[in-house]
């Protein structure tokens, strides 16, 4: 087990790591999601260089991160790695990991592998389904011809995709013929194969989890469909994470903290922690559950989840005394213990 919501189950944090702090631009953004881009990397940046690090800044820009990472001595420095992809190549955040890893890096988040693994929605569910977490029923289809499905409500999502991307209020079906039309729709539209899973209309939680040997889960933030009765409102779509002009980004809000039994603490921080480890998160992520019958279904697993500052899981570590720049330094400190000189113990960091 984890420890929840109490003191830090982590040693004492020590400052003066020298950080390089990697993110990416795509040129091809809109140029407000590019200056919003910047402006939260200098926001971390300044956060961790208060909370005591040297802090250098890396910006991959094309598809040129072997030349961009070559100047840099991986023995000297430990690498927060928040780039989301390499720009011009949709999901390839596991070859900023692979690419790091090859040049001997260390770095925060997870590696390589679980980053592969965190892009393929089948394995994660076939993962999570072998080591017996609970999960939503689901099955993958190749095409709607294949369609062999009978819980009602359903939800389709693209295999491949993070972020709700791929899913709208038109992504929840009732019947066999909306869910035909819905699975052909997705393979057309993002040519690739779709996940089918029932559709849990219970209470959401996003809940985010720090560490590696020990782990301590933070305190759950819910999301708030209060607003909305209609099933096909009550989930977050793509339209509600990023379109501050539709009604389900206004309407749809986060409570934290919210109040558990000690059952349910405990039902929840199993079936997280469980899952945090059989699908390889490494130093920090974030899991999407639903609540039914007293039964926690994991929905997804956030490898590497956003850590801006607004989000439920900055909001969570701050609950527990971690404010934005010592989370940063947190995170830095438990990729130093895998550095092959930060980790030995041996040598001063304090600048």
């Known amino acids: 087990m984890g420890q929840p919501f109490s003191d830090s189950i982590f040693p004492g944090i020590k400052p003066g790591l020298p950080v390089l702090l990697l993110n990416n631009v795509d040129p091809s953004w809109p140029q407000v999601d590019i200056q919003l881009s910047i402006a939260l990397a200098d926001r971390m940046a300044e956060a961790m260089h208060d909370a005591g690090h040297s802090v250098m800044r890396a910006r991959l820009e094309n598809d040129q991160l072997s030349p961009l990472l070559s100047v840099y001595d991986p023995a000297e420095l430990i690498v927060f790695n928040w780039c989301e992809e390499v720009p011009g190549i949709p999901r390839s955040g596991w070859k900023v990991a692979q690419e790091l890893e090859r040049q001997g ?41 294949e369609v062999d499905w009978k819980l009602f409500p ?68 819910e999301i708030d469909f209060s607003a ?52 390889g998160c490494r130093d920090y992520a974030r899991m999407d559950i639903r609540l039914r019958d007293g039964t926690f279904y994991i929905l997804d697993v956030n490898h590497n989840a956003d850590i801006s500052p607004d989000t439920s899981l ?25 550095h092959p000189v930060f980790g030995n113990g041996k040598q001063s960091y304090c600048s």
């Open 228 to 279: 909305f009765t209609d099933i096909h409102d009550r989930l977050c779509t793509y339209e509600a994470n990023f379109d501050s002009n539709s009604l389900a980004y206004q309407s749809i809000g986060t409570i934290l903290p919210i109040a558990f039994t000690s059952e349910e603490l405990i039902c929840m921080e199993t079936a997280v922690l469980a899952a945090y480890r059989t699908t």
């Open 154 to 221: 359903a939800i389709v999502k693209p295999a491949f995709e993070h972020c709700s991307y791929g899913i709208s209020r038109q992504s929840v079906v009732e019947s066999l013929a909306d869910l035909i039309r819905r699975v052909d729709y997705v393979i057309t539209t993002h040519q690739q194969p779709v996940l089918v899973e029932e559709f849990i209309d219970g209470r959401e939680f996003h809940v985010g989890v720090i560490g590696n040997h020990a782990l301590q889960m933070l305190p759950p933030a």
């Open 314 to 338: 900055i909001r969570a570590a701050e609950l527990v005394g971690y404010p934005y720049g010592l989370f940063g330094s947190l995170l830095v400190n438990l990729a130093a213990e895998r």
């Open 105 to 145: 890096f260390t770095f925060t988040g997870a590696d390589y592998p679980a980053l592969v693994l965190s892009q393929d929605k089948r394995q994660v569910q076939q993962r999570l389904r072998d080591a017996g977490i609970p999960t939503p029923a689901w099955r993958i289809f190749d095409s709607a011809d």
